[in-house]
């Protein structure tokens, strides 16, 4: 009897343990944080891969996608050309071209996303005062798909010469021709790339926020001037964007030559640019490199561009040299009319 009392009450004792661990497990299943293994989307290598699969715009053969005022004043009246004018009201309220829009560089996505049917135009043309927030602004219009919208070159300094005083002949000069260094500098070698947190995980919704971004940034923020470049050239990864012919010529001490329209790639010299410090990149007029600007903020690099290119230190060189060199003078300012209306 003894024996059984024992037995019975060992039974007892081994389903009351069985039964608080069960409780015990199942509370801590409900309530226990489980350590679940989250993957990390890599942002930057799906943004470069939709670009890159979806007409990789910076390094085709399109850009820089410009027009020249001639061609907007001939089309005027033209219906199938819209103008949009990105500066300040003031400037627009000043004068303007005859049928121009006046829309914020920030509003830009949502107009046509939302104001406008950009595909009933043929051309959508943008316009600045000196061409390069224009070809900045179209640089990432154009990256966000819309493929007929150009940049005016030179901006409302072309259209005649009462805007051209205040920027593009205000802004040209020779002072630094005889500053340039004829030695190549190498390229580093390839590193890594910027992490971008948008919390978006495909490519095309990561670029409509980056590009939304780079629109919300004030271009005159992103310009830097020659006289800091000469000065300090070590503060800054100075992007040389000519063909390499011209950079042998003679480039800005301590500038890197990129190739135009081929260079910037994941599978050619993309890696190659610092993630850790400031980019400057140089063209002959600024324009160009506007564009390479737009590209580049949106993918997350710290991307700034030379006010006026090399017309801003070496204008009077470049108009000595063979070949064309892009040099801004008289020649490129016409008389047209504005409207005030």
Not at 35 to 48: D, G, M, P, R, Y
Request: with cysteine; hydrophobic share 35%.
């Amino acid at each position: 009897m003894k024996k059984l009392s024992v037995y019975f009450i060992s039974i007892i004792m081994a389903t009351s343990v069985l039964f608080i661990s069960c409780k015990q497990n199942k509370e801590t299943s409900k309530d226990a944080p489980v350590n679940v293994k989250k993957t990390t989307v890599n942002e930057f290598a799906l943004l470069t891969t939709y670009l890159e699969s979806n007409g990789n715009f910076i390094n085709s053969k399109a850009v820089p996608t410009m027009i020249k005022s001639k061609e907007v004043h001939e089309n005027i009246d033209n219906n199938k050309y819209k103008i949009i004018d990105i500066r300040s009201n003031e400037l627009f309220a000043k004068g303007h071209i005859k049928n121009a829009v006046n829309i914020p560089i920030k509003n830009m996505l949502n107009y046509f996303e939302g104001d406008i049917d950009p595909k009933a135009f043929e051309k959508i043309v943008i316009v600045c005062k000196s061409g390069q927030s224009a070809s900045y602004t179209t640089g990432i219009m154009r990256i966000m798909g819309f493929d007929n919208v150009y940049a005016m070159k030179a901006g409302m300094s072309s259209w005649n010469k009462t805007f051209a005083k205040d920027y593009w002949l205000k802004n040209i000069s020779n002072d630094f021709a005889d500053k340039l260094d004829m030695v190549a500098v190498d390229k580093p070698v390839k590193g890594g790339h910027p992490i971008l947190k948008t919390g978006k995980t495909t490519g095309e919704t990561i670029l409509r926020e980056r590009a939304q971004n780079a629109l919300n940034t004030s271009y005159k923020s992103l310009l830097v001037k020659a006289p800091a470049l000469f000065k300090n050239p070590a503060n800054y990864f100075i992007v040389n964007y000519w063909p390499e012919s011209k950079y042998n010529e003679g480039h800005i001490p301590g500038s890197i030559q990129y190739t135009p329209k081929k260079s910037l790639g994941t599978k050619t010299e993309l890696y190659t640019l610092p993630i850790d410090n400031e980019i400057v990149t140089y063209c002959f007029t600024g324009q160009h490199a506007a564009f390479v600007t737009a590209y580049l903020n949106i993918l997350g690099y710290n991307a700034k561009a030379l006010a006026y290119g090399a017309n801003s230190f070496m204008n009077s060189e470049m108009k000595k040299k063979e070949g064309d060199w892009h040099v801004f003078s008289d020649k490129k300012i016409h008389d047209y009319k504005v409207t005030k209306d």
